[in-house]
Structure formats: structure tokens, C-alpha cells
């Protein structure tokens, strides 16, 4: 591939880039995920823009904030992560979030004032296998703290974003096709780096950010409703005469032939195998699983949960783990248990979730709880 191939592939990839983020902010995003989504896509623009301009121009004129473009996938990380949480959790934007990206405001520092010259601590930063240490470290660790949201997606909350099924799908090689994009850039930036001026073979890594955006906005045009959640702020004309229409509740399972009493019947025995198995406690337990051993379908079972319960699956579930939290927290027996340990006992395969269910279900902390039930000489002890 000559160089000018590269470059043309490049730039391809970076104005498909730009004309799907003129996309998004066309759409007049609301959710603050898409914030993060799109301080993402800045990143790799920046990244592509880098490999497209003159190197020795940066050099002679910008040289310290030339040197800073090398931690430029510190960004990715944290930004990949922070999408993935609050759209996964429907988080709000919090000042703290911006404490991910310390390290950068650090090294920026640090570089603006000329310390990196120096033979100080500081200057190691700019060690090419320190730097491939640290962006990798950042990269892996972010991508898996995104993966382990997406795992435990349920047990966060059950809106409307959970049970959007295309955005669902799109989610997980959307993280992981970032993470090997990352990984490209990282290693591409350290073999150009230790080789210059010999290593241009290696910018034609950066052909991954090319081919990243255009699945991105294939992803876009195939399924739009990924995207469905981007709404346009138009307002109607107040002149405008509104029209009056009578909205009618649609009746869930409208359709279904299920019997009061076979309904009840199923209702019954879900409880009594919940007590008697206490599946709740296996990570993993479907509702699937519980609709085979109850003889009935999936749906059936979702519409008994819905209207004998009133929860759905995993509220259900939870409920179950969480009672049990509440006793092994009560009893002094486990005393010496940490909450950790109550937690995967109880049926939850991470400490961040359970710590979110049972806060949402009891409207405080396991550990606040278990402090409160404890006698007041072995309070003070704690």
C-alpha cells in the first residue's frame, strides 16, 4: 500500500467520522451517554487527523502539545466506559465522572510546563514502553469494567433501554471492536514512535479507525432504532391548534388465552419452587430455565410475574437475593463475612450490582444495614 493510498484511506475514515458526529448533534441528542459517545468518536478523529498532517511542522512549531498526542488513547477508555454505564444505567452526568481523566489533565500539565525536558520523575513518562504500559493498562482495564456493565445489565434496572433489543445487540462488538481499534492505535503510535523515521509501514494500523467508522454508521442506516433514543427538539408552532385525540389503554397480553385459575396455578408453583430450590441463588438462573421446570412458556411466565407479582423477571429474582442478603447481614453468624461475600452468596455475580439493587430495594447500603442491626457494643467496635 503506498503512502498515498493511506492517506486517501484515512481520510475516508475521517470524514465519514465527522459526517456521522454532524449526525448526532443534527439529531439534538438528550440522553448525556451520547456525550460520551461523541467525545469518543473527537478522540480517533484527532488521532486520524494527526497521522494526515505534516509530522515535522507539529514538531518545529507545537512540539509539547505534539508530544501529548501520544496519550491521546487515554481518552478512549474512560470515554468508552462512561458511555456504556450511563446508558446501561441511565446515569445523569456528575462532576466526579470527570476524575477518570486525571491522568490526562496531568500529563497535559506536565508537558505544558517543560518538566518532561527535565531528568525528573516526570520525564519518564515519555518512555515509550512506560507510555505502552500505561495506555494499554487504561485501555483493558475501562474495556472491561464496560463488558462487566453490559454483563450485569439486568440487574441494574429494567427501562426501556434494557429491553431495547437492537441497541442490546449493537452494545457488545461495539465494545469490543473499540477495545481492538484501541489496541491497533496504541501499538501503531509505539512502533512508529521506537522506529521513526523508518516506521511508516506501521501507520496503516490507524486503517482500523477506517473501517470502525464505517461499521459504526453501517450499524446507524441498518438499524436506526440503535439510535432511537436521539430525538429531534423541534417544538410545534404555538399558533398551532392541537388536535384532539382520545388515547385508549392498550391491555398487555390483550391476546393471551390464560386462564384465572391456571394463571393462579402458575403463580403457586413459582413460589413454592422459589422456595424450595432457591434458584435466585445460581447467577445465571433464566427465566427460561424457570418457565421449563414450571411445564409453560416464556411468556406465560413473564405474564403471571406482571400481573399476579407485578415485577418483572429480574425485579422478582432480586427481591429474592436480596431478602436473603438481609438475613445473612442479620444473622452474627456471618459477622465476619464480608459484603462481597454476601453477595455472590446471595446470586450476584458482581459487588457493584448488588450494592445497586439492594440500595434501590432497601434505600440504603448493605453495609449501613448490617452497622444498624448490629448490637450497639458491637457497633462501637466497627
Known sequence: ?????????????????????????????????????????????????????????????????????????????????????????????EPVQLLHFLPVIIIAVLFSTGLTNTNSLAAKLFDPGLRLFLLLLSISVYHYLAIEIFRNRFQYNDDSIARNTFLLNWFKPFIWMSFVVSFLIVIALYLLFVNYPYGYKYRYGFVAITIFMYWISYSALKQPAIFSVIRGGALPPESATPVLRVHRPIKKYASSNLSPDEKERICQSLEALMTQTKLYLHADVTIDQLADKLSCSRHVLSQVLNECVQQTFYNYINSFRIEHAKQMLNNARYNDNKIASIAYDSGFNSLSAFNEVFKKMTGTTPSKFRTEKLPSSQRQRI
Open 1 to 93: 500500500m503506498s503512502v498515498q493510498a493511506a492517506i486517501f484511506i484515512f481520510a475516508l475514515g475521517g470524514m465519514q467520522g465527522l459526517l456521522f458526529v454532524l449526525f448526532l448533534l443534527q439529531r439534538k441528542l438528550y440522553r448525556s451517554g451520547y456525550i460520551f459517545l461523541l467525545l469518543y468518536l473527537a478522540s480517533l478523529l484527532l488521532v486520524m487527523t494527526l497521522k494526515l498532517m505534516n509530522k515535522l511542522w507539529l514538531m518545529d512549531n507545537l512540539s509539547a502539545y505534539y508530544s501529548m498526542t501520544h496519550f491521546v488513547p487515554l481518552f478512549l477508555g474512560p470515554l468508552i466506559y462512561l458511555f456504556v454505564k450511563s446508558m446501561i444505567r441511565n446515569e445523569k452526568f
